[in-house]
């Protein structure tokens, strides 16, 4: 099982859809969850931490299964704006010195 | 404004030849990291630095080499030994025992 794992999409959805991502990850020990954007040739930029209870920033909620090791993300009335990849990252295992892992990404583009 | 700056945003290499790739932030983080990332592909960690003059090698650290003599620095080397280095590299840096990234801009290294 790789360490971090998402579907690379690309996921196309219209102006005003709901839109999830899913990943899912092997090390059980891991503490720390991340989502981060990736816009084309830019660099990642952190959307939310991930918090055991679930947390929500707007129109993007991220949800923790620690027993089936998943981690989601649900974008809601979807922008133009939002179009972009979207890294899960994990770190590696109990310490917060530990390093991150990221996953390839899932792409989404928004279309008008 | 506080951050982390890399430079040059583009870098050509010739066959043989060592390059220097530089990354700064005055963001008083004690750990930075160096990421490599191709087409399509997710980041792959090269070496991290938790304090100055002590780091660690990362997933895929040969043909590389830093250094860490002070907190605002950590430049990496592509030596000659590395044989495919066009590649985005990005540099990030963190807050000791918080897990979080933040990232530089990003330099492209292109072969000639």
């Known amino acids: 099982r790789k360490e971090v794992e998402q579907d690379p999409g690309p996921f196309n959805v219209p102006e005003g859809a709901t839109v999830a991502f899913n990943c899912t990850y092997s090390?059980?020990?891991?503490?720390?969850f991340f989502w981060y954007r990736q816009d084309c040739r830019k660099e990642p930029k952190l959307l939310m931490s991930?918090?055991?209870s679930g947390n929500e920033d707007g129109r993007f909620t991220a949800q923790l299964n620690r027993a089936s090791q998943y981690i989601s993300l649900l974008i809601r009335d979807s922008k133009l704006s939002d179009s972009a990849t979207y890294l899960c990252?994990?770190?590696?295992?109990?310490?917060?010195?530990?390093?991150?892992?990221f996953g390839k990404g899932t792409r989404l583009s928004v279309i008008a | 404004d506080g951050g982390i700056t890399q430079s040059p945003k583009y870098l050509f290499r010739k066959e043989g030849q060592n390059v220097t790739l530089s990354c700064e932030q005055n963001?008083?983080?004690?750990?930075m990291y160096w990421y490599r990332q191709d087409p399509g592909q997710g980041l792959r960690l090269i070496y991290y630095?938790?304090?100055?003059?002590?780091?660690q090698k990362g997933d895929i650290a040969e043909g590389y080499s830093v250094s860490r003599e002070k907190k605002e620095s950590f430049p990496l080397t592509v030596t000659s030994a590395q044989k495919n280095p066009t590649a985005f590299y990005l540099c990030?840096?963190?807050?000791?025992?918080?897990?979080?990234?933040?990232f530089g801009p990003g330099t492209r290294l292109l072969v000639l």
């Open positions: 090390n059980s020990a891991s503490q720390s």
């Open positions: 991930v918090y055991s």
């Open positions: 990030a840096s963190s807050i000791r025992r918080e897990e979080t990234q933040y």
């Open positions: 963001l008083n983080h004690d750990a």
């Open positions: 630095s938790q304090i100055v003059n002590d780091f």
């Open positions: 990252v994990v770190n590696k295992g109990h310490s917060g010195n530990t390093p991150l892992v």
